[in-house]
Nanobody, 122 residues
Framework: QVQLVESGGGLVQAGGSLRLSCAAS????????MGWFRQAPGKEREFVAA????????SYADSVKGRFTISRDSAENTVYLQMNSLKFEDTAVYYC???????????????WGQGTQVTVSS
């Protein structure tokens, strides 16, 4: 049973930084992509970033390019999201996900974590 557990969310002032972590258990090479989505109140879940198994291929939403960095420790089955220069509009619940291909829509991903709240105060 694959489980994804996020950590690192919290409250931060605009311009600050946070680092999210997601530890995966029982994840095999079949699900070689890990990523992050986010969902703000009243909005649909939206793609943030994704990375392949080796960490060499990444994809980012335009809204976070240059501010967020996704990385992966495949030996530890852990993915990280370093978030810098945070803005009020980054406030959302952030979900870790695992799948077989890098995609910007939620449907192709097979596993999801419970989410971690990120709140950016203006």
């Amino acid at each position: 049973q694959v489980q994804l557990v996020e950590s690192g969310g919290g409250l931060v002032q605009a311009g600050g930084s946070l680092r999210l972590s997601c530890a995966a258990s029982a994840l095999t090479l079949t699900w070689n992509v890990m990523g992050w989505f986010r969902q703000a109140p009243g909005k649909e879940r939206e793609f943030v970033a994704a990375v392949n198994w080796s960490g060499r291929r990444t994809s980012y939403a335009d809204s976070v390019k240059g501010r967020f960095t996704i990385s992966r420790d495949s030996a530890e089955n852990t993915v990280y999201l370093q978030m810098n220069s945070l803005k009020f509009e980054d406030t959302a619940v952030y979900y870790c996900t695992a799948g077989r291909v890098i995609a910007t829509l939620p449907a192709p991903y097979d596993y999801w974590g419970q989410g971690t709240q990120v709140t950016v105060s203006s």
